[in-house]
């Protein structure tokens, strides 16, 4: 159903020049447009971001695209160009936000670096994306999430044992360091509104913020010499945890972290005698005997159907979910409930279904007015009235390829 837009959002008011391309830095500015920011996408004249033809299309409109551009006015610009980087410094200078994620130098290149663009706008606070930051040796390479999942030891834990290391099927370097952006970039505006301030540039990597997520193996490796390895979907920490086949040929996932749960566990698959074998009487027993217990397990829910399974845990309050796919999140009646994907009108494809805005806000929440737009969709409203050029200057600018 769609949402109400009464609401004021927390965000009204706050300006956004977003000169990002693919996923992270994009990422960053739906998360801040989601909830009232006025986002100005900046894209090539020519073919616009790469994120417009990546990935699933229908009749040429990327699904991508129009997720991850919500919310946000499209407007043309050849940064590369000299009189497009007056434009460009033009529009900064009335921003409080500006997020790029160019390769580390090129900004600079253009005169367009954070000394520049800072002498002409204090308050600015610049958020600079990069695959390995700012600075170090391997700063000025080219960086995608699928090198950070590999660099960051993601991926070498990822997997089972027995096979090769396993790379995410989306991009998850590129929207956990979009998690760890936008947040700093709220803590850069704290310090500069709330604490008396000055703007300040921010600079996250893509090997950091996954590297930060995956637990304290650094910690581990420096007290033990132990170095994490892959368990598939078993826990190296508890047991049992693991997804198993159910009768009708689909999937649950078990966890039992805590010890009152794996002996609810042991009761509802009709086995309470379990609770008191040696083999699985604590969590340590149970990791050193997980092959049994794992079968043990198996064995019970080839024998139920997946609706048995998860009525039966329930009613032991043991936990348990289904493995869903994405047809049966939009179905599940807990996700309608929390209104997790609505239905959004666009020119292009009629009624689509997104995801929501997150979190939930009680007095300020955030909105979806619309998806992804067209190239430039909004180069008058955004040159014409909010940097007031004129007709003739547009004119030239348009001619000169710079728009």
Do not use: C
Request: aromatic share 8%; net charge negative; proline share 6%.
């Amino acid at each position: 159903m769609p949402q109400s837009q009464t609401e004021t959002s927390p965000l009204e008011g706050l300006t956004v020049i977003e000169a990002g391309s693919m996923i992270s830095g994009p990422t960053v500015g739906r998360f801040l447009a989601d909830f009232g920011a006025d986002v100005i996408k900046i894209e090539h004249p020519e073919h616009g971001d790469h994120i417009r033809n990546f990935g699933t299309q229908k009749d040429g409109t990327g699904m991508w695209h129009k997720y991850l551009s919500r919310n946000k006015r499209s407007v043309t610009l050849d940064v590369s160009a000299e009189r497009g980087q007056t434009v460009f410094r033009d529009l900064v200078s009335e921003a409080d936000v500006l997020i790029e994620n160019f390769r580390p130098g090129t900004l600079e290149r253009w005169n367009l670096g954070w000394e520049a663009l800072s002498e002409e706008n204090p308050e600015l606070v610049m958020l600079r994306m990069s695959g390995y930051g700012q600075t170090g040796p391997y700063s000025e390479k080219p960086g995608f999430g699928t090198l950070a999942e590999a660099m960051s030891g993601f991926a070498y834990v990822n997997g089972f044992e027995d096979r090769e290391p396993l790379l995410p099927p989306t991009g998850l370097a590129d929207n956990i360091a979009a998690l760890y952006a936008t947040f700093s970039v709220m803590f850069a505006l704290y310090h500069r509104d709330v604490n008396g301030g000055t703007g300040q540039y921010i600079d996250v990597s893509l090997i950091e913020p996954i590297f930060n997520l995956i637990g304290p193996f650094p910690l581990t490796y420096d007290q033990t010499g132990e170095v994490a390895r892959r368990s598939g979907n078993r826990s190296t920490s508890s047991a049992p945890r693991n997804v198993y086949r159910t009768g009708d040929d689909r999937w649950v996932a078990l966890s039992a972290s805590a010890q009152p749960i794996a002996m609810r566990t042991f009761d509802a698959i009709g086995r309470p005698e379990l609770k008191a074998d040696p083999r699985f009487a604590d969590n340590e027993s149970r990791l050193e005997n997980v092959e049994e217990l794992d079968e043990v397990i198996q064995r019970w829910m080839a024998d139920h159907s997946r609706e048995e399974i998860l009525e039966t845990f329930e009613k032991h309050d043991a936990t348990i979910a289904p493995v869903y796919n994405v047809a049966d999140i939009v179905e599940d009646e807990h996700y309608q409930a929390r209104d997790a994907v609505i239905t959004v009108d666009d020119p292009d494809l009629g009624e689509a279904s997104v995801q929501n805005t997150i979190p939930k806000f009680s007095e300020t929440p955030g909105r979806v007015d619309h998806l992804g737009p067209g190239l430039g969709e909004h180069n008058e409203e955004v040159y014409g009235e909010f940097l007031s050029y004129d007709e003739d200057v547009l004119a030239e600018l348009e001619e000169e390829g710079v728009l």
